[in-house]
T-cell receptor
Framework: GAGVSQTPSNKVTEKGKYVELRCDPI?????LYWYRQSLGQGPEFLIY????????DSGLPNDRFFAVRPEGSVSTLKIQRTERGDSAVYLC??????????????FGAGSRLTVL | DQQVKQNSPSLSVQEGRISILNCDYT??????FLWYKKYPAEGPTFLIS?????DKNEDGRFTVFLNKSAKHLSLHIVPSQPGDSAVYFC????????????FGDGTTLTVKP
């Protein structure tokens, strides 16, 4: 597709449930990033993929959060035992390059997660 | 401790005037700085960037200034247009991964006709 696509755009779930958020990056972009944006704050880095592997997962807040990118394209962010504090907009971004060197992120519109 | 700070949550300017958005950072490892613009219900979109080896970068109506000694950067928009009304995020990255950015909390710019 022309841009980064994220589904669902909105997800409402109950505390304790499992959630999956999907990201379809720009075709050919090898680097994929997940960010989380809480209300009134800027995006916060979660994890970065270069190809199929998670090159940097230092931003994942705890082991309830996990992400995969099995074929080096689509990525899924998985959240187990959701808590109310997980409510945020989850942003996915992709770029042509990864690692060192200047590269610009193209963001999707985000998946808004609300945990009741 | 926030490593990237945008101390003005909001800014209002008249159409045609200059908009100046400010950003401060604390981490000396940051090597690359970016500004993103965000409209409601959309993801941030890249606006302009600057490498630490420069002190100014210009792209049309947008200019970013970097003062490394003060750990301060600013975005100038001249002339401001109503369509520039959005949330502006300052972001900083280490050279090891320019995509792994630390963002400020944003400044909401309103340009009045």
């Amino acid at each position: 597709g022309a841009g980064v696509s994220q589904t669902p755009s909105n997800k409402v779930t109950e505390k304790g449930k499992y959630v999956e958020l999907r990201c379809d990056p720009i075709s050919g972009h090898t680097a994929l990033y997940w960010y989380r944006q809480s209300l009134g704050q800027g995006p916060e880095f979660l994890i970065y993929f270069q190809g199929t592997g998670a090159a940097d997962d230092s931003g994942l807040p705890n082991d309830r959060f996990f992400a995969v990118r099995p074929e080096g394209s689509v990525s899924t962010l998985k959240i187990q035992r959701t808590e109310r504090g997980d409510s945020a907009v989850y942003l996915c971004a992709s770029s042509l390059l990864g690692g060192s060197g200047a590269n610009v992120l193209t963001f999707g519109a985000g998946s808004r997660l609300t945990v009741l | 401790d926030q490593q990237v700070k945008q101390n003005s949550p909001s800014l209002s300017v008249q159409e045609g005037r200059i908009s100046i958005l400010n950003c401060d950072y604390t981490n000396s490892m940051f090597d690359y700085f970016l500004w993103y613009k965000k409209y409601p219900a959309e993801g941030p979109t890249f606006l302009i960037s600057i490498s630490s080896i420069k002190d100014k970068n210009e792209d049309g109506r947008f200019t970013v200034f970097l003062n490394k000694s003060a750990k301060h950067l600013s975005l100038h928009i001249v002339p401001s247009q109503p369509g520039d009304s959005a949330v502006y995020f300052c972001a900083a990255s280490p050279n090891t991964n320019a995509g792994k950015s630390t963002f400020g909390d944003g400044t909401t710019l309103t340009v009045k006709p």
